[in-house]
């Protein structure tokens, strides 16, 4: 257990010494989206009857910035102690597999959580809506970061080098995320995209986590959080599997 403590130690740590490129920069990212989208479309658009614009693209933002830096903190741990040399430190210790997955994922949600909290409270100038349903949308919140933290870790035991690693983010995490419906609602697509949309996980995780601050969504929240809770165990499985079988991390 206290190597256990150590590592995760280590890995809130890590992000938390250079707050100002792992948090502040993400936060300002969000804020410019918000400025320049809502100023474009506030008074253009209603995607929901009695909704502005701005209060539909805040959660959709606030759950982007959760997803990309929660698969940023693990995928970047991991490939930086790769190439360094030091994950050898991280693998002599007599940690379980299991421990050491836990570690980089509870790592990868704290930081994503810390972000988001930083989202949420910039733009609550913005006219951000309250939370009716803060049930889900805690569940939201954990499973997607937990998600994109397993992400994350299977990406930084896969890629041998950063221009890898960049392009898994850049090929695969940014398009799911960026086609998830943070800018807009689904129903505003032709039906073969809408129908490309519902194989999106991350649409489940924007929809879901839009539903807690509107009480609206384009898919009943129930389902859209069974669909997440099952990509989460199913993304944590393979994790563990490669961990296990020490893929890449033992020669």
Not at 62 to 91: D, E, H, P, R
Not at 166 to 191: D, E, K, R
């Amino acid at each position: 257990m206290n190597g256990f403590l150590a590592l995760l130690y280590k890995e809130l740590l890590r992000f938390w010494k250079v707050a100002v490129q792992t948090v502040v920069a993400p936060v300002v990212t969000a804020l410019l989206y918000l400025l320049i989208f809502s100023h474009v479309l506030e008074a253009h658009i209603e995607v929901y009857p009695g909704v502005s614009y701005t209060q539909f693209l805040v959660p959709g933002l606030v759950m982007m910035s959760m997803l990309q830096n929660a698969f940023s903190n693990s995928s970047s741990s991991l490939i930086q102690s790769k190439l360094t040399g030091n994950i050898v430190f991280v693998l002599l210790p007599p940690l379980s597999y299991l421990q050491f997955f836990s570690a980089y994922l509870i790592a990868a949600i704290v930081r994503g959580l810390v972000v988001g909290l930083g989202v949420w409270v910039v733009t609550l100038g913005f006219g951000t809506p309250s939370v009716p349903h803060p049930g889900w949308l805690l569940a939201f919140s954990l499973l997607a970061c937990g998600l994109m933290g397993a992400l994350g870790t299977m990406a930084g035991i896969w890629a041998e080098k950063y221009d890898q690693l960049a392009a898994f983010q850049n090929f695969l995490i940014l398009p799911l995320t960026f086609l998830s419906g943070v800018f807009y609602s689904i129903h505003s697509l032709p039906a073969f995209w809408q129908t490309v949309s519902h194989w999106n996980p991350v649409f489940y995780m924007i929809d879901g986590f839009r539903y807690a601050f509107l009480g609206q969504s384009d898919v009943a929240p129930g389902f859209g959080l069974l669909v997440v809770a099952g990509s989460f165990v199913a993304i944590s499985a393979l994790s563990l599997l490669m961990l296990k079988s020490g893929y890449k991390l033992r020669h």
